[in-house]
């Protein structure tokens, strides 16, 4: 019996360390090693997966895969082109002879919706249906819903009707018993119509605008204008056991939800009733891959004759791992286990050596993908102002000259943001049209001299208040207390105490900050604009007059309010992209230069590594439906997580040497007997 028990501890010390030494850091199943899954992670789960309301890039990395949109962008192109998504065109403007203007989509017909319990409502046993022109309008009325926090309402206020809407809707629920119960279609088409909504059959949708927009058509390309159900937003409703509309979206793209855990990982899969999988005949251009780019598309291997005009999606499914912290992401993406990654301050110099990737990093088969983000960074002045402002006059735009020309860009993002970006001359980043990459501003050329003569010039020699005989005193705004923030900021304190200047960094919290920018009590602040559209009115109108801050709450900071600004703005905003629109972007930068409301410092500038078995990535600085056009070679992956991750054998030395001390007592003993 004894022996039996020895012979039994062997088995089972043998069996374990086997098994010990057997086992894998890898956190997926091997199951996948041969699936073409893209992995990735997000800080934390989305808010909420509702187009509506969706405006963050994290949101966006879900909504834009599920949801399809009328219009969207070509993949490859720069600057941005918009071709046919769901709309079999895209769209001309028809003007209507009164001012108006009407915009008129064709919807592809039988295109389906995911598969869903959702449209049982509409029909015991149906688990879809076909994609109708009133899917987009039942979306229109949504964002015009005052129920839902949309940030879009006032976009979407230039459709005829539709303030009105918002407001019959308003006083319906307020003052008719019963109303707020109804099924939500049928409260919008008791409140409704919306006059510039105009549904024709079932593939017929006419938009009537106020007012000539021709921007409109960048927001269907955009997931808030992507078709929705009614069945959906009434059946995910929280009850009985079932999810909120706003973690369940009912998927017209190319990918659907699998899994929605927003603690662990969401899954996205193939969506076989999308359009380009259904009818990968129709070969309609947003269903196969590019045959045309941009220069430079073909070397970087994005336009290889093995994808060119394939079908999409390429991948078989998606899934992000929430990763709360950003250095146990970078580490497993190092491992492998995660596609591409940002690149974390504390690796920088270790991944990047003079603007390119390491010799190490290369030797892993990654590449480092630059891209300029359509995004501008700056710091203002309030032109209320009386010091710094208009009301200054020659004196206050001399000294905001003389401030521009003493804050050297080059030197701010060599040492504090890892020497990323381009330097920003005008409002218009790259990849817009207007954007000259071969114009200089006078006045963001660090010049200290010229900057102390135009300080003379204001009065203010020597930086000296002729008031106070003191360094003249300003503040600048920040909306964060951090001791990093207050750092990197006093590198323009700095900057302007070369001029003898006494500027005070008045750093607040973030709502303290927007209080004080609401009340107009601040001089000198830091900003930040990101494209919500690529075209230049999106970033110059953030210094048109009736945009300010203090008469409209609008983005214009500043506070910049210049008459003949204004009047070119107004022209140039709804014109084509023609050589009347350079002319005036052109006269417009003029203004800019010479009054200098903004002190323009960078476009910023991603950096991201990609493992080399993901294919056909391009970067963009738009949140675009990327995923459909990446490829992964699963084999590849498989292989070099093998290579570059050891077995963990740690515990399995731990039962051995606990085995020994239990088995080696018994052998002993055994043979003792034995004897």
């Not at 909420?48 to 009328?70: F, G, M, Q, R, W």
């Not at 407001?167 to 279609?185: M, V």
């Not at 970078?330 to 504390?346: C, M, P, S, T």
């Not at 000294?399 to 701010?412: F, H």
Request: proline share 7%; net charge negative.
């Amino acid at each position: 019996m004894r022996i039996r028990r020895v012979r039994l501890a062997w088995v089972a010390w043998i069996a374990s360390s086997a098994l010990l030494l057997s086992c894998s850091n890898n956190p997926y199943p091997g199951a996948d090693d041969t699936v073409k899954v893209r992995y990735g992670a997000l800080p934390s789960a989305p808010k909420t997966l509702d187009p509506a309301v969706t405006y963050s890039s994290l949101e966006h990395k879900i909504t834009a895969n599920v949801y399809e949109t009328l219009l969207e962008y070509h993949y490859l192109k720069r600057p941005y082109t918009l071709m046919p998504g769901l709309a079999q065109a895209v769209p001309e403007a028809r003007p209507l002879g009164d001012g108006r203007v009407a915009y008129r989509f064709d919807v592809r017909p039988g295109m389906l919706f995911q598969d869903d319990p959702c449209f049982e409502l509409g029909e015991v046993g149906r688990r879809t249906r076909e994609i109708l022109a009133s899917d987009f309008a039942f979306q229109l009325m949504r964002i015009g819903d005052p129920e839902i926090p949309s940030q879009v309402v006032q976009t979407f206020s230039k459709l005829d009707g539709f303030s009105q809407f918002r407001e019959r809707l308003k006083q319906l629920r307020e003052s008719e018993e019963g109303f707020a119960e109804l099924r939500i279609d049928l409260q919008y088409r008791r409140a409704g119509p919306i006059e510039g909504i105009r549904v024709d059959g079932d593939t017929g949708l006419e938009l009537v605008l106020s007012e000539v927009y021709p921007q409109l058509l960048y927001w269907f390309a955009m997931p808030f204008t992507a078709p929705v159900p009614w069945e959906a937003v009434v059946y995910y409703d929280g009850k009985e056991g079932r999810d909120f509309f706003r973690d369940h979206p009912v998927s017209s793209g190319p990918f659907k939800i699998a899994e929605y855990d927003r603690f662990f990982r969401i899954v996205m899969v193939r969506n076989e009733n999308w359009y380009g999988v259904r009818h990968p005949e129709w070969k309609a251009p947003g269903t196969v891959y590019p045959s045309s780019g941009e220069p430079g598309d073909a070397a970087a291997g994005l336009l290889d004759p093995d994808y060119v005009g394939r079908s999409l999606p390429l991948l078989d499914r998606i899934e992000y791992r929430i990763e709360k912290e950003s250095i146990p992401y970078f580490n497993k993406f190092l491992q492998g286990y995660y596609d591409a990654a940002g690149i974390i301050r504390e690796s920088f110099d270790k991944v990047v050596q003079q603007g390119r990737l390491s010799s190490e990093m290369k030797a892993r088969g990654m590449r480092l993908e630059k891209s300029v983000d359509p995004a501008i960074s700056y710091l203002g002045f309030n032109m209320n102002d009386a010091v710094v402002g208009t009301p200054g006059g020659d004196k206050a735009r001399k000294l905001r000259q003389a401030m521009s020309l003493a804050v050297d860009a080059e030197e701010y993002k060599r040492i504090f943001i890892n020497g990323r970006g381009i330097l920003a001359q005008t409002p218009i980043p790259p990849g817009l049209f207007g954007y000259d990459p071969d114009y200089r501003n006078p006045y963001r050329t660090p010049d200290l001299d010229a900057a102390r003569k135009l300080l003379e010039e204001a009065g203010y020699t020597g930086g000296i208040d002729p008031e106070t005989g003191e360094p003249l005193h300003l503040t600048f705004d920040i909306g964060d207390a951090s001791t990093r923030t207050r750092v990197t900021y006093g590198f323009f304190i700095d900057a302007w105490a070369e001029l003898g200047l006494d500027v005070e960094l008045a750093a607040t919290n973030y709502n303290q900050f927007r209080e004080k920018v609401k009340k107009g009590s601040y001089q000198i602040f830091t900003w930040g604009w990101i494209a919500d559209y690529p075209d230049p009115e999106n970033f110059l109108f953030l210094l048109w007059g009736p945009m300010a801050q203090a008469t409209s709450l609008g983005p214009n900071t500043a506070n910049f309010d210049h008459p003949r600004f204004n009047e070119l703005f107004l022209e140039m905003k709804d014109r084509p992209n023609d050589v009347r629109r350079i002319a005036l972007i052109r006269e417009m930068r003029e203004i800019l230069e010479r009054e200098r409301p903004w002190i323009e410092l960078l476009h910023s500038e991603s950096y991201a590594l990609y493992h080399g078995w993901l294919k056909n990535l391009k970067p963009a600085g738009l949140s675009l439906p990327q995923a459909k056009y990446m490829d992964i070679d699963a084999g590849l992956r498989a292989a070099q997580r093998v290579e570059w991750n050891d077995p963990i054998v740690w515990p399995a030395w731990a039962v051995t040497g606990i085995g020994i001390a239990i088995v080696i007592p018994g052998i002993l003993t055994f043979l003792r007997e034995r004897q």
